[in-house]
Structure formats: C-alpha cells, structure tokens
C-alpha cells in the first residue's frame, strides 16, 4: 500500500483518505466521484470596535481642549491617536479562510477534507489526485474521456 500524504489531519493512500478531524473520517478513494475545490469566506477580527474606541477618545479630546486648554488638549489628542493605534495594532487584520474538498461519495455529496492552512490544503489534494490517477487509470481514462 503506497502512502502519498500523512499528516497530523490527514492521510492518503491507495485504498483510502482519512480525514482526522473531531472525528476520524475514512473514505474510499475507489468511490470518490466529482471531487471538487472549494474556497470558504474570508472570516476575521472586526475594526469596528477599535474605532468606535478611538473615535470616543478623540471626542473626548476634543471637549478636554474647550475645557482646559490646548496643553490638554495635545496631550489628550496625542494619548487618544495613541491608543486608537495600540489597540487595531493588536487586534490587526487577522483573516483566514477556509478551503473544502467536496466529493460525492456513496451517492452523496460530502466534505471529505477542510483546513485553513493553504499549503496544506495544496499537499492533501494534490495527494488525493496522484492517488486517483496512480490508483485508478482506467477511472481516469473515462473521466478524460468524457469531458
């Protein structure tokens, strides 16, 4: 039996693909059919917080500096752009997305595999498909065929 990835979520071989997830899902490779890519929505950590922050900050300095003085209010000015930065600095703009092999499998259509890691979502399909074509020429000479 040929190995064509092992992973910590994933394994592909000849006869099966094991998708190691909450649950361990075993697959045919054999039975696989329509096998298809596809890319999830972008999902992430939002600004909106961190601006409605420092926008308060900045209303804030802006009734210190009627109030008190232009030296409090630079100061406040200063301390709330500041702040504003260190905040959306730390949440950032982290974005991730979500890739999916769909496939029908025994009449059914399933995720047989999912990261957010591209690189390794790249190395498992590329394995189930060296496994199909290794596996199953005759498969693929009438999947070819028909297309």
């Known amino acids: 039996m040929r190995t064509y990835y092992r992973g910590s979520d994933a394994l592909v ?5 094991v998708w190691r997830a909450s649950s361990t ?13 596809v890319r999830g929505p972008l999902t992430g950590v939002s600004q909106g917080p961190a601006l409605a ?5 900045l209303l804030l300095a802006a ?13 406040a000015t200063a301390a709330a752009i500041l702040l504003a930065v ?9 974005t991730t997305r979500v890739w999916h092999l769909l496939a029908t499998y025994r009449g059914g259509t399933v ?12 190395q498992v399909a590329r394995a189930l498909r060296r496994s199909l074509e290794n596996t199953h020429p ?6 070819l065929a028909a297309a």
């Open 138 to 143: 005759a498969r693929r000479r009438e999947d």
């Open 25 to 37: 899902h075993i697959f045919a490779v054999g039975e696989l059919r329509n096998i298809v890519i």
């Open 86 to 94: 260190m905040v959306m600095s730390i949440t950032g703009r982290r």
């Open 63 to 75: 009734t210190s500096w009627t109030l008190l003085g232009s030296t409090v209010g630079y100061t």
């Open 111 to 122: 995720t047989i595999y999912s990261a957010s890691d591209l690189r390794i979502f790249n």
């Open 53 to 57: 922050a420092g926008a308060g900050l």
């Open 13 to 17: 071989t000849d006869d099966h693909f």
